[in-house]
């Protein structure tokens, strides 16, 4: 199952530009998931400029949060210039921020914050991180919030490929397939028309999920479904042991750094494509590549 680049893209995403991870660590970016942010690293490598990446990304993505890492040195790359004239190429059509290191010198911040909020007018903030890395996650997470990085969603659908099954027993009758997506609070598949004896608001017990090699168990409550021809999708939303909206939180929380595994291997997947095999990116070019 091919999965649509359109898919992949939808939602607003933040891209942390060459971030120091002893000051934010990756594994940070499943606690933003699980609080509804989008979010991923983008490192300098010698295999691709970083100017290439950037510039992929935002013909790619329409929804973009960039914060770049000041204490970052790229040998021909000086920040403000190259901030400065980002903004002017893209018409000041994506949203920016700078974060860096808390400086010894007092008057330094004072200096970069005339120089990238008042003089560059950046308006996703001019941040100071702490040496502790635990303040790190609360200050980032205000700076999310602050710049609505949720966009309209509360919870981030994942694209489903092959590896992503479900199963559950209606009366003698074994249902079982691939999802089309999923989220911590809902998932939906594709089934033929009439396959499935169900009702719109009726309850599910006991399914199966099998999220690339997760496995877990909950009910569900059908809240949508779509004709699509021959076929129809269902979404359900999941319901924990206790009756509430929502998985366990046991299986929540271990259900998290599954997912974004999946959300972030799909982006991961299309944007290294784009890197390795396109020298001039259009928007024209990337509605050549429907789907992954």
Request: hydrophobic fraction near 40%; proline fraction near 2%.
């Amino acid at each position: 199952m091919a999965i649509s680049v359109k898919e992949i893209v939808t939602g607003r995403k933040t891209f942390f530009i060459t971030p120091d991870t002893s000051l934010i660590p990756e594994i940070y970016l499943e606690d933003f998931f699980a609080l509804g942010y989008e979010c991923y690293f983008v490192e300098n490598d010698k295999r691709v400029k970083l100017q290439k990446k950037i510039d992929i990304i935002l013909t790619l993505f329409n929804d973009v949060i960039l914060f770049f890492n000041l204490d970052f040195r790229i040998e021909d790359i000086e920040w403000s210039t190259y901030i400065k004239n980002l903004i002017e190429k893209y018409n000041n059509r994506t949203s920016i921020g700078v974060l860096y290191t808390r400086r010894q010198k007092k008057d330094e911040k004072a200096k970069l914050e005339q120089k990238y909020l008042y003089e560059m007018g950046l308006g996703c903030g001019c941040i100071q991180l702490e040496y502790q890395k635990r303040q790190n996650f609360e200050i980032i997470e205000k700076i999310l919030y602050a710049n609505q990085a949720q966009g309209r969603r509360k919870n981030i659908r994942a694209i489903c490929t092959p590896a992503c099954t479900y199963s559950w027993h209606q009366g003698v009758i074994d249902i079982s397939g691939t999802l089309q997506d999923i989220s911590l609070s809902h998932f939906s598949l594709i089934s033929p028309s009439g396959k499935l004896n169900i009702q719109l608001y009726e309850k599910v017990n006991d399914f199966h999920f099998n999220i690339r090699g997760f496995l877990f168990r909950s009910d569900a409550v059908l809240i949508m479904e779509r004709d699509l021809g021959l076929d129809k999708l269902y979404v359900f939303s999941f319901v924990s042991s206790t009756g509430a909206n929502g998985l366990d939180p046991r299986i929540k929380q271990l259900f998290v750094p599954n997912i974004y595994k999946l959300m972030s291997s799909n982006c991961k997947s299309l944007l290294d494509q784009l890197y390795t095999k396109m020298d001039d990116i259009t928007n024209n070019s990337i509605e050549d590549l429907p789907e992954i």
